[in-house]
């Protein structure tokens, strides 16, 4: 028997192709440009094959290994080189948060009980080196995960739902494998948990669940050359400078139908200077940031009041949440009332202007799961700051209330990215006026998740008191945003995501209680009281619910957004 638990209907196919037609680049709705015409529909839809998409970033990803990257705009590239069971359709609007078959050859066969799914994978899928993607290559890129010591970094739920007390070290530690996981032939793989999780397809769709080849396993040197089982493959990989993606000419598009793969060519320049990319953007020399971060203040106004450069402009909601975390493990702010009195102390409108105001820097948050995700309540907002006002005079109380009436002194962590400077700037200043005396500290964004907000040790030898993050679900659910963020039990000595150290066992009751729901509206009410339980702790502040203003060169085609990723979608781009 079939069953499907979801919290969305999963486009699961029983047939390839099934969802949707794949004659047009990504299905319905195509159009030749126009403001914000890529969250909608397809701008300028096209099937030629050929030539060269230059890309540029401002910074390196964390990790071309996907068992250990955690950045979205590494998880958008990551779909260029490696292939998973499932994965996100390539559409505009809604359906782009759809599952589809990837390396499997159709929906998975769940059991009558909800525990176990099998997948058969699909006839001709190789990689690089013509060797068959099997399922003992799956099994293998997953229990690679397991060996956090050598390759933490990356996404961990397949740990909690899989290790079920076997306490498994990783394929180099333990050679016997996995107990929950079986792989009876090269085409079959299936999966038993412990008890019935509704969103457990999506931790399939991504990259930590990739297949490795363990004869190609190269450890925590495997990030230098990962092995392509998708449309390209890496020709050059040199940190911090360049990656050149080439043509995988082992990957079959009647394999594959999902990605267009239509440039010959990827070039991706690391280290420009976001204003040196906008310039190149819009001189055609570039034809998108690689990180879609958007274009810098200085450019706003120049694009926007061009109505022949806005109409080049999509400006999506990412998904994101900006928002600052203060460590209960850092004093003053093991006190709550600490944590309060900055609650009220910030000037958030100060903060949306500095991130670009309400067009290109975002929505003003009073809470932090964001709109889009089940369980949103946009009337949340304990602080009353979605007014965008500080409150002064009740950030005193707090002060007085928590011992330090005259103030204290303390420390942002942000990375040296524009933005994030310009956010710490606006929340330093906010804080000044009511005795708060903040210091800036700013890292590079490739080692700040990882080794340095990521790090405890660090943050508290460091005495990051507020740590500025940015975050969206790892998949559309409560649970694909929250757990990562506020469970006690995910705190990590490294690659660390719970930056407040937050360790509640009401909330962490509220999480296992949302997590085990399969009745979609009953979920979504418990993922509303997850976030009004973490306000309340004030270890969280909110800042703004992030929209980006991207600028797309004109000889760019098969532009959309992937709601999915809340970026255009790179598997589908192709050039003029």
């Known amino acids: 028997m079939k069953i ?11 047939a390839v192709g099934a969802c949707a037609k794949r004659d047009e680049p990504g299905g319905e709705g195509t159009t030749t440009g126009g403001f914000n015409a890529g969250l909608t529909g397809v701008v300028n839809p096209s099937s030629a094959t050929g030539g060269t998409l230059q890309l540029a970033s401002a910074h390196d990803v964390d990790s071309w290994d996907p068992t250990r990257s955690y950045l979205t705009a ?4 990551q779909r260029l080189y490696v292939r998973t069971l499932l994965t996100p359709d390539a559409k505009p609007g809604a359906d782009g948060l759809k599952l589809v078959p990837d390396l499997a050859a159709a929906a998975p066969t769940i059991s009558a009980d909800g525990l176990t799914y099998t997948f058969t994978l699909r006839d001709g899928v190789r990689f690089e080196d013509g060797s068959p993607v099997a399922s003992k290559d799956v099994r293998h890129g997953i229990e690679r995960l397991f060996a956090q010591e050598d390759l933490g970094g990356g996404p961990t739920y397949l740990i909690d739902q899989l290790d079920q007390g076997q306490h498994y070290p990783g394929p ?8 929950s996981i079986s792989t009876p032939d090269d085409k079959t793989i299936a999966f038993r948990l412990a008890e019935p999780f509704a969103d457990f397809p999506y931790l399939l769709a991504m990259g930590v669940a990739a297949p490795v080849p363990a004869a190609r396993d190269t450890g925590a040197q495997y990030g230098d050359k990962p092995v392509s089982s998708g449309p390209y493959r890496f020709e050059t990989i040199d940190p911090g400078k360049e990656v050149v993606l080439v043509r995988n000419a082992e990957w079959d598009r009647a394999t594959d139908t999902v990605r267009r793969a239509l440039p010959d060519r990827i070039e991706l320049t690391i280290g420009t200077a976001p204003d040196e990319i906008d310039a190149q953007l819009l001189d055609g020399d570039l034809d ?12 706003q106004p120049k694009v926007l009041l061009d109505a022949a450069l806005k109409a080049r402009t999509d400006e999506p909601t990412t998904g994101f949440v900006q928002y600052a975390a203060m460590s209960t493990a850092v004093p003053p702010f093991d006190n709550v009332h600490c944590r309060r009195a900055v609650q009220y102390a910030v000037d958030k409108t100060a903060v949306q202007t500095a991130r670009g105001g309400p067009d290109a820097g975002g929505d003003i948050a009073g809470a932090m799961l964001p709109p889009g995700i089940p369980g949103h309540d946009a009337s949340l907002d304990p602080f009353q700051t979605k007014s965008g006002k500080p409150q002064p005079a009740k950030a005193k109380e707090e002060l007085t209330a928590c011992g330090k009436p005259d103030g204290f002194e303390t420390v942002i962590a942000a990375t040296d990215s524009p933005k994030a400077g310009k956010t ?5 200043a906010a804080l000044a006026t009511v005795g708060i005396k903040a210091r800036i500290e700013a890292s590079d964004p490739s080692l700040y998740a990882r080794s340095v907000v990521g790090s405890p040790s660090n943050v508290h030898a460091k005495g990051y008191g507020l740590i500025l993050g ?3 679900a790892d998949f559309p659910t409560g649970y694909g945003f929250f757990p990562t963020l506020v469970d006690g039990r995910l705190i990590l000595p490294s690659g660390n995501n719970n930056y407040a150290e937050l360790s509640d066992t009401a909330i962490n009751a509220l999480l296992d209680r949302a997590r085990a729901t399969t009745d979609p509206v009953a979920a979504a009410k418990l993922w509303s009281q997850v976030d009004a339980a973490v306000m309340d702790s004030a270890t969280m502040l909110p800042l703004t619910y992030d929209k980006v203003l991207n600028y797309r060169n004109p000889r760019l085609t098969n532009v959309f957004v992937n709601q999915y990723y809340g970026m255009w979608d790179v598997t589908a781009l192709g050039v003029a």
Do not use: P, R
Request: with cysteine; proline share 0%; hydrophobic share 50%.
């Open 4 to 14: 499907t638990h979801s919290l969305l209907v999963l486009c699961l196919t029983l």
């Open 424 to 428: 710490a700037e606006a929340i330093q």
């Open 288 to 299: 998108a940031d690689a990180e879609q971060a958007g274009v810098q203040a200085a450019t």
């Open 172 to 179: 180099y530690a333990d050679k016997t494998g996995l107990k």
């Open 74 to 77: 590494a998880y958008n590239l």
């Open 470 to 472: 940015a975050w969206a």
